[in-house]
């Protein structure tokens, strides 16, 4: 009798259960389209492999299918857009941020055609402003209030470097401008007098001019015997000359009297000098060659980040630096096989106190928008709020909210 108890209890334990796991299953699909869900079970997708929206692409970039860029990721309020985000596929050959009516507008020339587009800061759409066509444009140089730019490309015929200066019309839709001189070795902008600094080829040396952003109102500032030079104009009492770079060369930077053309010696005999001299010329980050590798230096002290200048940016008052640092340096020949494209790098982006010498990083792209950015030509907002910079890798266009 007891055994047959014992045997009842046993089967109504095994039919509660079963009607147990039942329910269980019944109920895991539920109803709750009230919070936007629908009738999707709670645990699928939490041990598939697929990713989630697998049609839609990443932020910033391609889907592994090739699909185009999906739409911007909101965060937060709804008109807000993220971060960091690509605002040009590119290739572009150049961009500027400049304030008008306090808006920060982006202008940047396409590549393949030199025509001009243009954005605000807090827009995800470009327009183009202009229709004159040049081709093979290889890089832009800006005023600062974006009005006039100098264009220079690879004529098809003589595949020489052309140098054109324009002036944008806007209600017209055109470049206008004139051509300058072929015997170019560099160019750079001075936003203190919104003036040019030419540097020309004389034959037995280099000869620096101020000009107009037209190329005319020439006022001669130096001559020296030497012609290979990076340069820059940070004061407008001050031109930045350093010797063209290469890890098998010393290099040299010069402040030279914009006055008086005296030269003064602020770095000499570096492995593979690169250098960027801040505004107000009181701060100079330069990185040098080292034995499979490079260092980084703001102010004669070692930075815990490595990366080149040219991947770096100061903000308007020469307080902070923002910079482009590869997660892994692989062994070479630093600068030349990054230059060459021989090597490229997966950057993180990190900001400089001038005065501490302190890093902060600020922000992963890799891990934001699922692309590798080898970051050059950084660009800082008049107001600090937002740096613009080019990808390396396909001279796409970037914008980054700093504040």
Known sequence: MQRKTL???FIIIILLAAFGVGAFFYFMKVDIGDFGIGDKPIFEGFFSTDRPDEAEPPLGGAA???NQLREPILLGKEEELPKLRKIADGPIAGAVIFENDGVNIIRYVERKTGHIYELKATDDRA??????????VKESIWSKDGSNVIIRYQDEETNKISTFAGTINEEKNELSGEFL???IIAISPSEETNRLLLVLDSGDGAIGYSAGFDGRDRVRIFETSFSEWVASWPQAATVALFTKPSAVAKGYLYFVNTKNGVFEKKLSGIDGLTALVGPSAKNILYSKSVKNGLETYLSDELLLIKTFSDKCAFDKNGDSAYCGAPQIIPK?????????????????IWKIDRETGFVDLIISPSDIVFEDIDLINLVISSDNKYLIFTNKKDQGLWLLELI
């Open 181 to 183: 001189t072929e015997d």
């Open 64 to 66: 592994p299918d090739g």
């Open 332 to 348: 070479g020949e630093y600068p030349d096989d990054w230059y060459q494209g021989k090597i490229s790098f997966n950057d993180d």
């Open 7 to 9: 045997t009842i209890i």
């Open 127 to 136: 327009k183009r402003i202009t229709n004159t066509t040049i081709p093979r």
